[in-house]
T-cell receptor
Framework: GAVVSQHPSWVICKSGTSVKIECRSL??????MFWYRQFPKQSLMLMAT?????????EQGVEKDKFLINHASLTLSTLTVTSAHPEDSSFYIC?????????????????FGPGTRLTVL | AQSVTQPDIHITVSEGASLELRCNYS??????LFWYVQSPGQGLQLLLK??????LVQGIKGFEAEFKRSQSSFNLRKPSVHWSDAAEYFC????????????FGKGTRLSVIA
């Protein structure tokens, strides 16, 4: 099946540093990847939609200069949290959408990574 | 715009009892429907999905869900709950085509007591 990995699975950093999170589709090409943020005991909040080779589309209220998203290839998207602060501590989850090659039944299905726990001290 | 409502924030059931988690959606056409489960500190695991065809969908771990167009519902059921089923459950909807992301409900937390 379609597998999405995230690295690292957890990270602790000091306030003011930047952290990069990688999202990879391991066995399929993902033209679109999504980045979500999840606070404790809450649902997933969409941060941005990332299309390969173009700029990410950010949801309202998400600072694009703080959360840099790069989707340089069909299997890799990265989220960089710049100048992280304690309020950025959260669980970040990516998902990847399979391409047309998957057939109509799976064309629009999203496959989720295992998430990255970010703690900013 | 699409929306998903999970009316129950928290449900507690006894081990061995049956379970039904409710999900209602709002969408102009027939969407793709999903149920995910999330254990604490973990990512999302797909339980089942509905694209078309038989409205009763079987999933993993003994779960099933029934799509009812007339009620705009996609309720998740399990005949006998196990303690390991305690987790957060999310219903999600997506259009059949296009590049829009999944829309999630707020989730239902399931607790299982002995």
């Amino acid at each position: 099946g379609a597998v999405v990995s995230q690295h690292p699975s957890w990270v602790i950093c000091k306030s003011g540093t930047s952290v990069k999170i990688e999202c990879r589709s391991l066995d399929f090409q993902a033209t679109t990847m999504f980045w979500y943020r999840q606070f404790p005991k809450q649902s997933l909040m969409l941060m941005a939609t990332s299309n390969e080779g173009s700029k990410a589309t950010y949801e309202q209220g998400v600072e694009k200069d703080k959360f840099l998203i790069n989707h340089a290839s069909l299997t890799l998207s990265t989220l960089t949290v710049t100048s992280a602060h304690p309020e950025d501590s959260s669980f970040y989850i990516c998902s990847a959408r399979s391409g047309l090659a998957g057939g109509p039944a799976t064309y629009n299905e999203q496959f989720f990574g295992p998430g990255t726990r970010l703690t900013v001290l | 715009a699409q929306s998903v409502t999970q009316p129950d924030i928290h449900i507690t059931v006894s081990e061995g009892a049956s379970l039904e988690l409710r999900c209602n959606y709002s969408y102009g056409a027939t969407p793709y429907l999903f149920w995910y489960v999330q254990s604490p500190g973990q990512g999302l695991q797909l339980l089942l999905k509905y694209f078309s065809g038989d409205t009763l969908v079987q999933g993993i771990k003994g779960f099933e869900a029934e799509f009812k167009r007339s009620q705009s519902s996609f309720n998740l059921r399990k005949p006998s709950v196990h303690w390991s089923d305690a987790a957060e459950y999310f219903c999600a909807v997506s259009p059949m085509w296009g590049n829009t992301p999944l829309v999630f409900g707020k989730g239902t937390r399931l607790s299982v007591i002995a």
